[in-house]
């Protein structure tokens, strides 16, 4: 039986993943992706700060051996103090404490079917090499992401009270995706602003965007106390629930960014250790 088991491999996962098993816990990380593939590409797209403290984590989660499986947990069993996770292979894992961290994803996760939807589990930097990008989408603050992109894409149309100042951009203003067409050597984007229908064409290879709401992975905890679909945590990222911890963008909080989530990973790890020596 695992002293702690964590639910999500990012930032907030890792960290406390690195820290529960310094300070002597039996720790397994369980991900639904390739963690260290996940941490390369973020390290990539991140801003350099936020890049260099990804390093760094990836570097200490090396040194201090901390185990990951790699598999999609379908449904927890958190009361009590023996608990388990059950992933969609069929295993079935014991542990005393548990650390949910698994994050937000966007709404609607489409590839290359029409939209080609943002989010860190399946934007591909290589995607936006040369290629005409339209995005569009009101979450702004992703929209900084937009300025690594500047140097790979050819051209940036963008649909959004977001602009850029940028020779390669074209800025629309706000207004309402609608379709796309999509031709041999070009596509055409229709959009609606001020009640009316207009078109963009876009060269091959083309490449769009949308920067939707994120909504925090917490459908399958369904004992715990929820605001919005974030888990409600003390300052402490303690849950309703003891021995059961939320860390990063899935809990509840003012936020939502890597350090926080370093922060709330390490939180996690000296609140489960807390627990365990009760
Ligand atoms: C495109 C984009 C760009 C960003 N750029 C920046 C930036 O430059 N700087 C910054 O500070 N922040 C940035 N952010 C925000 C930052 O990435 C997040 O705040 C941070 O990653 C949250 O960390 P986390 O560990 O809580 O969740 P996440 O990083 O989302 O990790 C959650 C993990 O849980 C896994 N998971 C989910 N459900 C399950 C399940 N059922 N079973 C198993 N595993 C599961 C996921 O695969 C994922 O690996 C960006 C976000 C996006 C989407």
Redesign the pocket.
Known sequence: MKDVII???????IQAGILAKAKGLDVLI????D?RG?LDH?IH???KK?AKLLEDLAQQMKLHGVEILQ????SASMVGPVKNVKTAAGEKLECRSIII?????PEVAKKRDGIFQ????F?DPEDFNDANVFLHGENIW?G??VDSLLDRAKSITILSSFSLDHPKVKNLGPGEFVRLEEGEDQAKVTYRQDGKEEEVTLDSPYVLVAYDE?KP?SS?YIRMDLNNGYIETTDQVETNIPGVFA????REKEA??????LK??HAAALAAVKYLMK
């Open positions: 639910i999500g491999g990012g930032p907030a996962g369980i991900d639904k992706n963690v996940k973020s797209l991140s801003q936020q598999g999609e947990v379908v961290a698994s994050g937000r994803s943002i989010g860190r589990d934007l992703m900084k992401e994120q992975n399958i860390a990063g963008d899935i939502y960014n890597i350090d926080s989530s709330d990973g």
